[in-house]
């Protein structure tokens, strides 16, 4: 049984009365579920969960889904191939093209691999029985943000050197001397702390409110439709609100996938061309 039908049955008992009786909103407890297997490994602890098992069937999915769409590719393209294709043109010339320029294209890769498994992560929180991203947890978001982090830094020290690099970042072009002592603590703060996190947050914020009001209102509706008098009448509202926030939810995952993948080229473009 899933987290979510839990706390289905918590809502249905609750209208029984009692003292605890009435409508038990969702918590933060749906993120932590029961681990399904635990094991160490060189001294670590490691625990398999739903959530888990959620993401690696995402990322099975995304790879049948990509692997099926180049496997059999043709001049005419058939309707795997064309959304395969479709994505990846967006991610080169869209994002690797556009924002980083020439030098993007070995980028391309990479940021199309990243906006695919985060797209299919995402995309689970709207699938029946999953109906919860992994990126709703920010150690998911924030392996992400750490990888993109270590290549940027990487490909700017390998492509301007690691003075000139650390000099860009630390003193801006044409700032004031004077204001370097207040400018250069913001900037390096910025692009080593800041970046990073910000986008872990920006991905695990979004996706986590997503579920959560999706679960409200869907536990409301539940609970609402059940509980007699006029109150079927507000069930109706809360279950037309659920289906709303549905297809908004779809919105909110294409996008945060883009903005992610776009943030990420954007970073790469400041490490391979120098400021000026």
């Known amino acids: 049984m899933t987290s979510s039908a839990h706390a289905l049955v918590d809502v ?12 038990h909103a969702p918590t933060i407890a749906e993120f932590y579920p029961e681990p399904v297997a635990s094991f160490s490994l060189l001294g670590i602890d490691f625990e398999i969960t739903r959530i888990t098992i959620i993401m690696w069937i995402a ?24 959304i395969g294709e479709s994505g990846y043109s967006l991610v080169r010339d869209g994002m690797a093209r556009d924002v980083i320029g020439p030098k993007g294209l070995p980028f391309a890769s990479f940021l199309a691999s990243l ?3 985060i797209l299919a992560n995402n995309f689970m929180s709207i699938v029946p029985f999953a109906q919860i991203s992994p990126n709703s947890k920010f150690a998911f978001p924030l392996v992400l943000a750490v990888i993109v982090w270590v290549l940027y830094n990487y490909i700017g020290i390998r492509e301007q050197g690691a003075g000139r690099y650390f000099k ?20 390096l703060l910025q692009v080593f702390i800041i970046r990073p996190f910000t986008l872990a947050v920006r991905l695990f914020a979004n996706m986590f409110a ?14 609402l439709l059940t509980a007699g008098g006029i109150m079927p009448i507000f069930g109706a509202a809360s279950f037309l609100m659920a ?34």
Do not use: W
């Open 115 to 117: 906006f695919f498994f």
């Open 210 to 223: 997503g579920h959560m009001l999706l679960v409200v209102f869907s536990l409301g509706a539940v609970y």
């Open 59 to 82: 990322t099975a999915a995304i790879l049948t889904l990509l692997v099926l769409a180049a496997r059999k590719a043709a001049v005419v393209p058939g309707k795997l191939q064309y």
């Open 243 to 276: 289906l709303v926030m549905t297809f908004f939810e779809l919105l909110v995952i294409v996008l945060q996938a883009y903005v992610f993948v776009i943030l990420t080229a954007t970073y790469l473009n400041g490490a391979v061309e120098p400021a000026h």
């Open 168 to 187: 860009d970042a630390a003193i801006p072009p044409g700032v004031p001397v004077g204001a370097l002592i207040l400018v250069t603590p913001i900037e």
């Open 12 to 23: 249905l008992a609750a209208e029984g009365g009692g003292e605890e009786g009435g409508f």
